[in-house]
């Protein structure tokens, strides 16, 4: 089964500093891969997702990941962090053997940016 | 993108009881899915929500515990029945677009006291 590990559950970070957030996925098969921000009582928006092109991703508010297949990893990366990223961020993954869209979901990670 | 509403967004509820979750969609959309979010733990696929037909659930969810109507394009229930504790977590429904990206409603926080 597929499962998607996110190594950090909580980072805590200065107003611009460098962010990046691990995810690897067990899959071996074709994936497609995506961010998710989750900001304090909000719902659950994209950041970014890979299909298939460029393994370098730009999203939203100045994020960005790599797509690394040989190591099975889509880190997400932003060099600036600001206090509104502070936010819950989950990577997830599927693919399209089953047909449609069904995400594996890491366990997320909390950031907090302090001012 | 699509805007879900999702309702109630929290609820506590006794044990023994069972509560409906809402989720409507403001445009049509495709696939319509559940999630469970447990305590410190990631979001877990419960079942996809098929319109006009019984839902598909994931290996752990069974449709007497978690019955799932979807009536049409943009409507989808979830109920919770027979709720005990271990059943308190957010449930969230999203949905899915030409299989493009999902998008999610604010989810339902439950507590089952």
């Known amino acids: 089964a597929q499962s998607v590990s996110q190594h950090n559950h909580h980072v805590i970070l200065s107003e611009a500093a460098s962010l990046e957030l691990g995810c690897n996925y067990s899959y071996g098969g074709t994936v497609n891969l995506f961010w998710y921000v989750q900001y304090p009582g909000q719902h659950l928006q994209l950041l970014l997702k890979?299909?298939?092109?460029?393994?370098l991703v730009k999203g939203i508010k100045g994020f960005e990941a790599e797509f690394i297949k040989s190591k099975f990893s889509f880190n997400l990366r932003k060099p600036s962090v600001q206090w509104s990223d502070t936010a819950e961020y989950f990577c997830?993954?599927?693919?399209?053997?089953?047909?449609?869209?069904?995400?594996?979901f890491g366990t997320g990670t909390r950031l907090l940016v302090s001012p | 993108s699509a805007v879900i509403s999702q309702k109630p967004s929290r609820d506590i509820c006794q044990r023994g009881t069972s509560l409906t979750i809402q989720c409507q969609v403001d445009s049509q959309v495709t696939m319509m899915f559940w999630y469970r979010q447990q305590p410190g733990q990631s979001l877990t696929l419960i079942a996809t929500a098929n319109q006009g037909s019984e839902a598909t659930y994931e290996s752990g969810f069974v449709i007497d515990k978690f019955p799932i109507s979807r009536p049409n394009l943009t409507f989808s229930t979830l109920t919770v029945s027979n709720m005990s504790p271990e059943d308190s977590s957010i449930y969230l429904c999203?949905?899915?677009?030409?299989?493009?990206?999902?998008?999610f409603g604010q989810g339902t926080r439950l507590t089952v006291v």
């Open positions: 890979y299909f298939s092109g460029d393994p």
């Open positions: 999203s949905g899915d677009r030409a299989n493009t990206e999902a998008f």
């Open positions: 997830a993954v599927n693919n399209w053997n089953t047909g449609f869209q069904k995400l594996v």
